[in-house]
């Protein structure tokens, strides 16, 4: 019997042959996902390979997972590429995409400054380090952005029975921008950052940062897929954008995200066949 994958690569082979029947000038397509995908260099990976099967051109648009999410409900994207899977599933339920599909993860860690301001360098519980950062009112920095790390982000918080929102003071910093310039803010200010593992490997600039708190399960990063439905948007390239889905969960497209290392570790895990994902 043949597996998922399987058939999802003949699929994705099938959409793309179907495809080429078009116009040049329309075998391109816009993606809307996250400064995690795009600062941590997967796509300059990936893009090449489809590119060369496909003859399909992808243009990034790269931003938080609440703002990809806005540019798909908008119709300014033919595709969505996130990681906040309630976000995700509600998008489909509303009517704005048609199937979410599993990708792959990696995990956020907590990166701070090597003098372990906090006393919790190389630990694993991340609502104790939370908690610990409170109490000691040290230095943090949030993306404030909306995206799917800031979403992660307030929900650690909120298991650390701190409301944010209210409870915080001047240690507590929103920049309402990407991973890269977060990471970047509290290397420079010597602070606490909540990152995507993928963009901690990729970033060059981190001064006195170390991993501080990595392993816990709740830190764990999935990452989904999205058509944006063509129902709701006449000019959704739907032929275009579900090759490009189709080849992201194929075989090919899996080994791709596997095969990206940096320094010879994996910054993303592939998982499109796993239940539930």
């Known amino acids: 019997m043949r597996t998922r994958l399987s058939l999802v690569a003949l699929g994705w082979a099938a959409a793309v042959v179907a495809c080429s029947a078009g116009k040049a000038t329309d075998k391109s397509i816009v993606v809307a996902s996250t400064t995690s995908t795009q600062d941590s260099g997967l796509f300059g990976q990936l893009l090449p390979l489809f590119k060369s099967r496909s003859g399909i051109d992808v243009r ?25 899977r309630s976000q995700e599933e509600k998008f489909v339920a509303d009517g704005f995409g048609v199937r979410r599909y599993p990708v792959m993860y990696n995990d956020f860690i907590l990166v701070g400054p090597k003098t372990n301001a906090a006393g919790i ?15 000691k009112e ?9 995206s799917g790390t800031h979403t992660a982000e307030l ?12 409870d915080r003071g001047t240690w507590y910093r929103e920049i309402g921008q990407g991973m890269g310039a977060a990471l970047n803010t509290a290397s420079a200010s010597s602070a606490y950052v909540l990152t995507d593992r993928g963009t901690w490997l990729a970033f060059k600039n981190r001064g006195e940062l170390v991993i501080a708190v990595e392993g816990d399960n709740r830190l764990f990063n999935q990452y989904g897929v999205m058509l944006v439905n063509p129902e709701k948007h006449k ?20 080994k791709a995200i596997a095969d ?3 320094d010879g570790q994996p910054l993303f895990f592939p998982n499109a066949n796993s239940p539930g994902a």
């Open 121 to 135: 360098n190389g630990t694993k519980d991340i609502v104790a380090a939370l908690m610990a950062i409170k109490a």
């Open 155 to 166: 929900n650690l918080w909120k298991a650390a029975g701190v409301d944010v929102a209210h």
């Open 235 to 254: 000019h959704v390239k739907k032929e275009l954008g579900q090759a490009f889905i189709d080849w992201l969960i194929s075989p090919e497209g899996q």
């Open 260 to 262: 990206y290392q940096i």
């Open 138 to 146: 040290i230095a943090f920095i949030s993306r404030g952005d909306k």
């Open 60 to 84: 990034v648009v790269a931003q938080g997972t609440g703002q990809a999410l806005d540019t798909g409900r908008r119709g300014d994207a033919d595709v969505v590429f996130v990681h906040a």
